[in-house]
Structure formats: structure tokens, C-alpha cells
């Protein structure tokens, strides 16, 4: 179903207000609408409309080259969205989370105020990834990187902040009467 524009060569004018009102309109589309979306846009600027809808509006080409094929081809991509990225660490590791909370639970403590039930360690990511790999026997370059560990961490509940106690308190001096201005 090609797609010819109705201008027949005219260069449309693209106002502040028309892009905003493009960008606004792709950013609230998802997927095959809005490449749909994209295309038909491209194909309204006319010849040189790619590279306008990049430079003006600030979509990518690669996405904008999809767009058309799809547009032009009367077919749909598939996303597989859920096909990307890799295993979970836990597949790869197994007992993983069990060595996290096992190394984290001898140094967590509760919130000093008692104000929520969340439990803090004082253990970094990088510190907790070298403790499992001492207590796996393994190198720790052969376990998941510390940015993982601490979102493993986080999902099992703990907070990796310094409790309130150990924190240096502040002096600060009392004011004396003479100095009162």
C-alpha cells in the first residue's frame, strides 16, 4: 500500500508547534502504531523526509527505515521484546541469592528509630561479591558484576546504606550570650 504524499513536491512546514505536537503524539504510541505513525509522517515531509524527521523532530533513522519498510510492505515486525537481554544471574549461579543473604544477614541491622521495618547493611556490592566468592571457593571475576549484586540485594529486601548510629554526629558550637548581634 504505498503511500504517496499529497503535496506533490511542496516542503511541508514544520512550526514549533507542529513538531511538538509529532513528538508528543509518537512518544504516546507504542511499537507497530508507532512506527505506523512515524512512516506516515515521513512519507507527508515528502523526498528528504528521513533525514528532516531526524535533524527536526529528533527520531532515529534506523527506527524511520523499519517504519517505511513496514509501511511500504504491507507487513509487521516482530518486536520480541521478552527475546532480549540474557539470563537472569540466577540461572547462571545457582544458589546465588541464598550466598547473598546469607553473607548480608551476619551485617544487617534494623532502622535505629525503629520508624520501618527495613534492614540495612553496611556491606558494599563489590564487598558482599567478594565475600561470595570467598565462601564459593571461586574467583570473584567468575561471579556476577557488583551493579548485579546490589539490584540482587535490594530485591531481597535489605538497603545498602549506613545506619543512622554510625554516622559521625555534628559539633556544632552553642552560642554564647556576647555573640547574639
Known amino acids: 500500500m504505498p503511500f504517496s504524499s499529497p503535496l506533490k513536491g511542496n516542503v511541508v512546514e514544520l512550526t514549533n508547534e507542529v513538531k511538538e505536537y509529532l513528538r508528543e503524539s509518537a512518544a504516546a504510541l ?3 502504531d508507532r ?10 515531509l515528502g523526498r528528504g523526509g528521513q533525514r528532516r524527521a531526524e535533524r527536526e523532530l529528533g527520531w532515529n533513522r534506523v527506527t524511520l527505515r523499519k517504519a517505511l519498510h513496514e509501511f ?6 516482530a518486536d520480541a521484546f ?13 544458589g546465588l541469592l541464598d550466598d547473598i ?6 551485617q544487617c541491622q534494623t532502622d535505629p528509630t525503629f520508624a520501618s521495618t527495613r534492614l540495612y547493611t553496611r556491606l558494599t556490592a563489590a564487598e558482599v561479591r567478594r565475600q561470595v566468592a570467598l565462601r564459593r571457593g571461586v574467583d570473584a571475576a567468575h561471579l556476577p558484576s557488583p551493579e548485579t549484586i546490589r539490584r540482587k540485594i535490594r530485591e531481597a529486601g535489605y538497603s545498602l546504606r549506613m545506619v543512622a548510629k554510625s554516622r559521625p554526629k555534628k559539633r556544632c558550637r552553642r552560642p554564647t550570650p556576647s555573640s547574639r548581634a
Open 72 to 77: 511500504d510492505g504491507g507487513i509487521r515486525c
Open 30 to 32: 507504542r511499537g507497530f
Open 82 to 94: 521478552s527475546l532480549r537481554g540474557g539470563p537472569r544471574a540466577e540461572e547462571d549461579f545457582p
Open 101 to 106: 543473604r546469607a553473607v548480608v544477614d551476619g
Open 35 to 44: 512506527r505506523h505513525f512515524l512512516a506516515r509522517t515521513v512519507r507527508l
